[in-house]
């Protein structure tokens, strides 16, 4: 297949590209170049910057691909600019969307794919317009688009999520054994591949989502066992969380607030998909790997704002009026 990747440098492209080129498919992939490439050799690279639409639409004119995937689209009209481009010119067009088009509380747990659109966020609310305007042209015209929600992502080249607070000094916390604020993708490219030139799955949507699921404790533990840290959590609600600190709370109020598992039964049904092959502990320790060989770990000594948060809470729970 002839393949082109809008994007190309993150956690889930880097991982298409690689078991695309490893099976001898052709790979194009666009990006801006300012981020350093994991992909393998033998990927052909247009350097452009999508943003700039007339220039980005005018690149493709005289181009023709089997799959186009989509990983940066954020905003309506980057996908509009996105439906003039490639209009005609692919067989099919993925776009990578997230769960994040239904966070807050869902009706339906494990969540499907019908579940309303309802997010809180802005990240959500931009990802649910550019599927509707990629599903309306499949409606108006069979744009042939395929709509893929995954959700935390990670492993090489990324970072490790949490739900409050910044992720670059998470990991140091938990091996200086400090007190941590709790609120009250190999896998993940296997399943976009098998969407593709897959007829079944034009003009649908999937969850591709792991397999796992716990609870914010949970996660926290097993990050700290395979960061060699210590596990101390202080629970302060989410509602305080995002009054004093609502810089630190956007994936917080975003997504993590609410209990989120989604079932993937569609995409197994459609595409063959298996599942996962790398647990959350085994792809947690690869993500420290890299990211302690990258000396992306950041020291939490120079972020004091979570330390004196805790002791200020801890203070004012102390003060409470006991019974």
Same mark, same amino acid.
């Given at each position: 297949?002839?393949?082109? &990747?809008?994007?190309?440098t993150?956690?889930?492209?880097?991982?298409?590209? *690689?078991? $695309?080129l490893?099976? !001898?498919?052709?790979?194009?992939?666009? *990006?801006?170049?300012?981020?350093?490439?994991?992909?393998?050799?033998?990927? /052909?690279?247009?350097?452009?910057?999508?943003?700039?639409?007339?220039?980005?639409?005018?690149?493709f004119?005289?181009?023709?691909?089997?799959?186009?995937?989509?990983?940066?689209?954020? /905003?309506?009209?980057?996908?509009?600019? #996105? &439906? =003039?481009? %490639?209009?005609?010119?692919?067989?099919?067009?993925?776009?990578?969307?997230?769960?994040?088009?239904? @966070?807050?509380?869902?009706?339906?747990?494990?969540?499907?794919?019908?579940?309303?659109?309802?997010?809180?966020g802005?990240?959500? /609310?931009?990802?649910?317009?550019?599927?509707? #305007?990629? %599903?309306? #042209?499949?409606?108006?015209?069979?744009?042939?688009?395929?709509i893929m929600?995954?959700?935390? @992502?990670?492993?090489?080249?990324?970072?490790?999520v949490r739900p409050?607070?910044?992720?670059?000094?998470?990991?140091?916390?938990?091996?200086?054994?400090?007190?941590?604020?709790?609120?009250?993708?190999?896998?993940?490219?296997?399943?976009?591949? !098998?969407? %593709?030139?897959? @007829?079944?799955?034009?003009?649908?949507?999937?969850?591709?989502?792991?397999?796992?699921? %716990?609870?914010w404790?949970?996660?926290?533990?097993?990050?700290?066992? #395979?960061?060699?840290?210590?596990?101390?959590?202080?629970? &302060?609600?989410?509602?305080?969380?995002? =009054?004093?600190?609502?810089?630190?709370?956007?994936?917080?109020?975003? &997504?993590?607030? +609410?209990?989120?598992?989604?079932?993937?039964a569609? $995409?197994?049904?459609?595409? !063959?998909?298996?599942?996962?092959?790398?647990?959350?502990?085994?792809?947690t320790?690869?993500?420290l790997? +890299?990211?302690?060989?990258?000396?992306?770990?950041? *020291?939490?000594?120079?972020?004091?704002?979570?330390?004196?948060l805790?002791?200020?809470w801890t203070?004012?729970? !102390?003060?409470?009026? /006991?019974?």
């Open positions: 297949m002839k393949v082109l &990747i809008i994007g190309g993150g956690l889930i492209s880097t991982s298409i590209a *690689n078991q $695309l490893e099976t !001898g498919h052709d790979v194009t992939l666009y *990006n801006r170049g300012r981020t350093p490439s994991r992909v393998r050799s033998g990927a /052909k690279i247009i350097t452009g910057d999508r943003s700039d639409f007339a220039t980005f639409e005018s690149s004119a005289d181009s023709r691909y089997d799959v186009v995937v989509d990983m940066v689209a954020f /905003k309506p009209e980057e996908s509009q600019s #996105a &439906i =003039r481009a %490639f209009s005609g010119r692919t067989g099919q067009f993925i776009h990578c969307s997230t769960v994040c088009v239904y @966070s807050g509380p869902v009706k339906t747990i494990p969540t499907p794919e019908d579940e309303p659109f309802h997010s809180p802005g990240y959500g /609310k931009n990802k649910i317009l550019c599927e509707q #305007a990629l %599903f309306s #042209a499949y409606e108006k015209d069979k744009f042939p688009v395929t929600r995954p959700s935390h @992502s990670y492993g090489e080249g990324g970072g490790i409050y607070g910044p992720s670059e000094t998470f990991v140091d916390r938990l091996r200086k054994g400090k007190q941590v604020i709790v609120p009250g993708v190999d896998d993940v490219a296997r399943g976009f591949i !098998g969407a %593709f030139g897959n @007829s079944k799955t034009l003009g649908e949507a999937y969850q591709i989502t792991s397999d796992e699921y %716990f609870t404790n949970s996660y926290h533990e097993q990050v700290a066992e #395979a960061a060699g840290g210590v596990y101390k959590p202080v629970y &302060i609600p989410t509602d305080i969380l995002g =009054r004093v600190s609502p810089q630190r709370s956007g994936g917080l109020l975003e &997504i993590f607030a +609410w209990p989120s598992i989604f079932a993937t569609k $995409l197994r049904r459609d595409t !063959g998909y298996t599942g996962q092959t790398i647990d959350f502990a085994e792809g320790r690869r993500a790997k +890299w990211l302690d060989a990258e000396g992306k770990i950041a *020291n939490s000594d120079t972020d004091t704002y979570e330390d004196k805790i002791e200020a203070t004012a729970a !102390g003060e409470l009026p /006991k019974e």
